[in-house]
């Protein structure tokens, strides 16, 4: 079972939704379980789905396999180490790109661990912490039958856990997983959210990239 922490806004209920097309049952947590509930049923209205369920986000981390954040940056930490216990021993997926907006600009933040996924290792010693989805168009993954083109970079200082998530992101149609190496690599990767999002700014569009010549 799979939950996404936080997985009421767009990327958490956009993986819920693609996730649920595959075939797994999806816990959608937050901090408000009315709110994670309505989620769970709009999305299992759109692909005519029960796969996807709402809960808190504690609830969500006891009962997940494989734990998804994809909460604002600024309640990462006091969430995880609230959740700490729940969240031993699974893989733990951080999509969060820590930012900030000035005029309209995304502005990657600095992190002292060095991203918001070194963080969440730092927090998580004995999960198996993974970064990942953070070049992903959130737009177009609730878009049931959007063909998402993009690579999405993994990685992780776990290589069994890095593997699954691969797997995961390549159950997305038209995504490919590339591996992009041991976790402190994931600094680079949450920095090109910002990159991204200035361009869809610009050019109004939705985004992603794609890694030539492997």
Do not use: W
Not at 33 to 48: F, M, P, S, T, Y
Not at 91 to 117: C, M, N, R, Y
Not at 127 to 134: C, D, I, K, T, Y
């Amino acid at each position: 079972m799979i939950s996404i922490l936080g997985g009421t806004g767009p990327e958490g209920q956009g993986l819920a939704l693609r996730f649920a097309q595959a075939g797994y049952s999806v816990i959608i947590g937050s901090r408000d379980e009315d709110r994670a509930k309505q989620a769970a049923k709009d999305i299992g209205v759109l692909i005519n789905s029960d796969l996807v369920t709402g809960n808190s986000n504690k609830e969500a981390a006891e009962f997940g396999s494989t734990v998804f954040i994809s909460l604002p940056y600024v309640a990462q930490r006091e969430t995880l180490l609230e959740l700490r216990p729940s969240l031993e021993g699974k893989t733990v997926v951080d999509v969060i790109a820590p930012l900030v907006f000035h005029k309209g600009v995304a502005q990657a933040v600095q992190v002292e661990e060095g991203s918001a996924a070194e963080q969440a290792q730092q927090i998580l010693p004995l999960a198996h912490v993974v970064g990942a989805f953070h070049s992903i168009s959130a737009r177009d993954l609730i878009i049931p039958d959007k063909l998402i083109d993009c690579d999405v970079v993994v990685c992780s200082d776990d290589d069994s856990a890095k593997t699954e998530v691969m797997k995961l992101a390549e159950l997305i149609k038209g995504v490919r997983a590339v591996d992009g190496g041991g976790l402190q690599s994931s600094r680079y990767v949450e920095g090109l959210t910002a990159l991204l999002l200035n361009v869809n700014r610009i050019y109004k569009g939705h985004s992603m990239i794609k890694i030539m010549g492997i």
